[in-house]
């Protein structure tokens, strides 16, 4: 069983920031692509950031210069570095990642249950 847990999400003010974390538990051979989403009230789930396992990231127009992903390959573990907020960046933000849970098994994708962004004005 893989798992990713979310933690991180908070109130802020707007101009403020925050960190999140995605950490990935379980039978892990290698994760391959990382990725931040969210969902702002109301819309759509969007892509916020990816990061490849050698760490190359794209990043959504709206957060960049704002938000930067990062990753520990040794740690399972993802980051969202976020200044700068705006209330619309409020959301529900989840974590997403390819996991190959052996060598020779297709990746399954795995998703966080969420954690609650919200950026007061």
């Known amino acids: 069983q893989v798992q990713l847990v979310e933690s991180g999400g908070g109130l802020v003010q707007a101009g403020g920031s925050l960190s999140l974390s995605c950490a990935a538990s379980?039978?892990?051979?290698?994760?391959?692509?990382m990725a931040w989403y969210r969902q702002p009230p109301g819309k759509e789930r969007e892509l916020v950031a990816r990061?490849?396992?050698?760490?190359?990231?794209i990043q959504t127009d709206s957060v960049k210069g704002r938000f930067t992903a990062s990753r520990d390959n040794a740690k399972n573990t993802m980051y969202l570095q976020m200044k700068s907020l705006k209330p619309e960046d409020t959301a529900v933000y989840y974590c997403n990642a390819d996991i190959k849970v052996t060598m020779f098994r297709t990746p399954i994708n795995v998703w966080g249950q969420g954690t609650q962004v919200t950026v007061s004005s």
């Open positions: 990061i490849t396992i050698d760490g190359d990231t």
């Open positions: 379980g039978t892990i051979f290698r994760i391959n692509s």
